[in-house]
């Protein structure tokens, strides 16, 4: 039967992530087995929140343009060192967010196999996907930069508006602008979501994926906005749990890697759903049917050839 003739669930897959965490975590448990994949969890995740951090900004000076006073800022006015200094934190900032992502897309293939196979594993998934982590690693890479120099051109417009009478074009169209930014962003994190399963299941490349998502969202786009919906709601109740949690053990559970063991349930049900999910559209999206390995045919035995002399 086609994916299209299918019955797509919503809440069905949701279900059987929940009865797969117990199984995973409590059937038995193994409090070893429970850390291990806490740590392949919290590189997996650690892109998606977990953190419950805030600054306050009640103190800031949001008068600091009405009360400027002399002529408009210019680069003339700095000193010699800053833009120096400017530079090298962003490249030290370029080569910091590299490395996370390079960890992240190495935790999504671990914690996926850890999902599938039912165990607690580190050095083999990252040794058997480390091709496709580091094609996912690239492809996040590229999608990052361009959403931070999309980011950064829409803020300076904003800022241009802001200190300037007369802005270089209408605030209404930045306004659109950052709405289109904020909707390719939600579409992209919808789509990589779904990028790690299919690479999981097909070994292909991060482009291939991509393509395979996409033509797959394209199809099914209604099922799809429901499912992110849902996801939505289930982000927005597993944060008020972590915060609940935070505020019940002093703020431990907002400690990397610690919180995400704390909360790992939480964690797997939100990495198993789409994972169940997915596995709706066919065997070529699901991770369990991923085949371990065959044995190697024995070698044939030639037939024995009597040739004993004639009587």
């Known amino acids: ?48 929140g ?15 343009h009405a009360r400027h006073q002399g002529a408009p800022f210019s680069l003339h006015d700095t000193p010699p060192w800053v833009i120096p200094v400017v530079i090298v934190g962003i490249v030290c900032s370029v080569a910091a967010i590299a490395l996370l992502l390079w960890l992240n897309a190495r935790g999504r293939f671990m914690f996926t196999d850890c999902i599938v196979r039912n165990r607690g594993a580190i050095a083999e998934p990252w040794r058997e996907y480390r091709v496709e982590a580091n094609s996912y690693f690239i492809f996040q890479l590229v999608v990052t930069l361009c959403s931070l120099v999309g980011f950064g ?23 659109i602008l950052g709405v289109a930014w904020l909707v390719l962003v939600v579409l992209f994190g919808l789509i990589t979501r779904f990028m790690v399963p299919v690479m999981y299941r097909q070994r292909c490349s991060a482009v291939e994926a991509f393509r395979a998502v996409w033509s797959l969202v394209t199809a099914h786009l209604g099922v799809f906005i429901l499912f992110a919906l849902f996801y939505i709601v289930l982000c927005i ?24 063991v704390i909360l790992l349930p939480i964690v797997m049900v939100l990495f198993a759903f789409p994972l169940r ?32 002399p004639p009587a």
């Not at 904003?158 to 209404?172: K, Q």
């Not at 109740?237 to 995400?260: D, E, K, Q, S, W």
């Not at 066919?282 to 369990?288: E, F, H, L, R, T």
């Open 237 to 260: 109740a597993a944060a008020m749990i972590g915060c609940v949690a935070g505020c019940v053990t002093c703020c431990i559970a907002a400690l990397p890697y610690i919180g995400t």
């Open 1 to 48: 039967m086609e994916p299209n003739d299918r019955q797509i669930e919503i809440f069905a897959p949701f279900g059987e992530a929940f009865e797969l965490t117990k199984k995973i975590l409590f059937q038995p448990f193994d409090l070893g087995k429970w850390f291990v994949i806490g740590f392949a969890a919290w590189l997996a995740t650690f892109f998606s």
């Open 153 to 175: 051109v829409i803020a300076f417009l904003f800022f241009i508006a802001w200190y300037w009478v007369n802005p270089v074009m209408p605030f209404a169209l930045m306004v």
């Open 277 to 308: 999910f997915l596995r709706q559209f066919g065997d070529a999206y699901d991770v369990w049917a991923v085949a371990p390995p065959s044995d190697p045919p024995p070698p044939q035995i030639p037939p024995v050839q009597d040739v004993s």
């Open 50 to 64: 977990g953190g419950f951090n805030y600054r306050s900004f009640g103190k800031g000076d949001w008068h600091w």
